[in-house]
DNA sequence: GCGCTAGCTGCTCATATGAGCAGCCTTGAT
DNA sequence: ATCAAGGCTGCTCATATGAGCAGCTAGCGC
């Protein structure tokens, strides 16, 4: 024949040959003597209904989570987890119960008892806290000082204690804001004797959780809580994005800040040193930041929703 | 881990490999090395993907055709050919239009120059052949004497000329009703030198296409054109499909009728002895009669429409 | 008719794959 | 603490599979 276009019967036998391999997993040779035809010429079948696009193969949702999504973004940007949320963006407060929710199930998934979790304070390592299952006694360890939020519930330090506790591990845990007035004061801090233990322990952390922040007003609790001097400055120096107080610029680098003198918590070659460090990051305007959170290779793992995953898929 | 559910990183796990070794085609060695899992792990990865129904395999419809459930049909019923059009049941000329330019098609792309091919009467018959290309040269048989339709037109005889015609083959026909008033005349006829030429043929056709008609008012051209005795005497005898004159019962067992001996027209045996029978069936209400017509083990194609073919391969 | 090209077919051989099996670890009960 | 059960893991070996190749056939221009 003419042997460009496919004809009706061609189609139907591929279809009928497709069918029975891939939905009744018959091996080819096997078709091959049911047909009367070669093996390889049932395989050159096969392949062809699969390139013409006669059989479609589709990863399928999963529930609540968009495996497929999540696989993608996974692949792309080299991620050891991703779970992408198939949930519309509505208010931040139920993202991040949603968020927090998958973030639980993930960390109770992979977290064994060998692991040491690092705990950085975001709402959504909140959220997360609160739908977490106890671990395996996995000793937790606190990541950054106490941030004053307006409720002033769920401090990190709460936070580190409610998972340690339920989880009969020990908590590596200290009492300190997040941020103080000048560097002397944070290096004073730095060397009391439960702070210095807690930061001893984080060479030793292998899996942490974090949120990420856009250094926008309200798009991140360190912005909001900065003096708009810092706000400035950091915006001037070009930051783009924090990750529990790592600066990073749009392209994910670090950027060294004056700011970061004066905070008590991770920095960003303790936070590189981490295997994985789970983000949760939500709304789109967080875009870049997530972007440049990514792309610096600090993080391992990303809980987010649909919207976010396919703004940063489209992208590049 | 407990084991029976699957967590997101699983999920998603599974999802990122299914999705490279489905969509991408790579190897689950690859895979596993990528990966740094065993290939067994993967392998079992895959396997729990699909059982999972996480990754779901269709066959997706082609143009007006829907291979899918012409697959279905001719796996279920053993046939060499099995054309399902995806049209609406509108009135009987349009959908007889639709199968016809399918027929077409199939015939276009299944025959060759050695094929002989034998065209029995009938109006998606007719149909077809307005939609044919040339054929390469093949001979073309007459199935069945002429039926007097009210129109008048493509009369069995013209039929076979335009086919052979355009094709530049044989054609081996002849002038004679398709039914007479008695044996006898029958008998003459079949004597005649062109019906007898003809008639010579038959054991060489290789395929030949046929309509199929229901015994009742209105579904079968051959029961319309019949006396009132006929049509009550063949109902008596169980008669429910007609194949271009060829009774059947409604398990496709040949009935014996003597009206077959006044008509001039191939035979139970004779039909038996070509390979392959295209029939065009339309219409649900016929349902009854193909299902007669694919039992009896006459047919070796169908080309019909979706209603009809989930009719079909619903019952049972 | 003669050669030419192009597409189709089925072969070989290295590689991938699946079924079944035995060891090991986890888990839970006594 | 000890033991049993179950599940998970990775091995072996027979079989299935894919890439590339050479022969065959059909169609085509001269």
Redesign the interface.
């Known amino acids: 024949?003419t042997g460009g276009l496919i004809?009706?019967?061609?189609?139907?036998l591929?279809?009928?040959i497709?069918?029975?391999h891939?939905?009744h997993g018959r091996s080819k040779v096997e078709l091959a003597r049911e047909f009367g035809l070669s093996r390889f010429k049932v395989a050159r079948l096969i392949d062809e209904a699969r390139d013409?696009?006669?059989?479609?193969?589709?990863?399928?949702h999963?529930g609540e989570?968009d495996?497929?999504l999540?696989?993608?973004l996974?692949?792309r940007f080299q991620l050891v987890?991703?779970?992408v949320v198939d949930t519309p963006e509505d208010d931040a407060a139920s993202l991040r119960d949603h968020l927090g929710r998958?973030a639980a199930?993930?960390l109770?998934?992979?977290i064994t008892s060998k692991d040491v979790l690092g705990l950085a304070w975001a709402r959504a390592v909140s959220a997360m806290v609160r739908a977490l299952r106890p671990l395996p006694g996995t000793p937790v360890v606190q990541l950054t000082g106490a941030l004053a939020l307006p409720d002033g519930r769920d401090t990190s330090v709460d936070v580190v204690r409610n998972v340690a506790g339920a989880s009969g591990g020990a908590a590596h845990l200290f009492y300190a804001p997040f941020t103080v007035p000048d560097a002397a004061t944070a290096r004073a801090l730095r060397q009391q004797p439960e702070v210095a233990r807690a930061f001893d322990q984080l060479p030793s952390v292998t899996r942490a959780v974090a949120g990420i922040g856009l250094w926008e007003p309200g798009q991140s609790t360190l912005y909001d809580a900065s003096s708009e001097f810092d706000r400035q400055e950091l915006r001037r120096l070009g930051v783009c994005a924090d990750i529990s107080g790592v600066f990073l610029d749009a392209d994910g680098k670090p950027v060294r800040t004056e700011l970061a003198e004066r905070t008590i918590g991770i920095n960003h070659e303790q936070m590189q040193a981490i295997p994985e460090v789970i983000a949760i990051p939500y709304g789109v305007a967080r875009a870049p930041a997530v972007r440049a959170a990514v792309r610096s290779g600090l993080i391992g793992g990303l809980v987010t929703h649909t919207a976010l995953a396919e703004l940063l898929l489209d992208d590049e």
Request: aromatic fraction near 2%; hydrophobic fraction near 50%.
């Open positions: 024949m004809g009706p019967a061609q189609a139907v591929m279809a009928s497709a069918r029975r891939y939905l013409s696009g006669l059989v479609r193969i589709e990863i399928s999963h989570i495996v497929d999540s696989a993608r996974a692949e987890h991703a779970i998958a199930q993930l109770g998934e992979v």
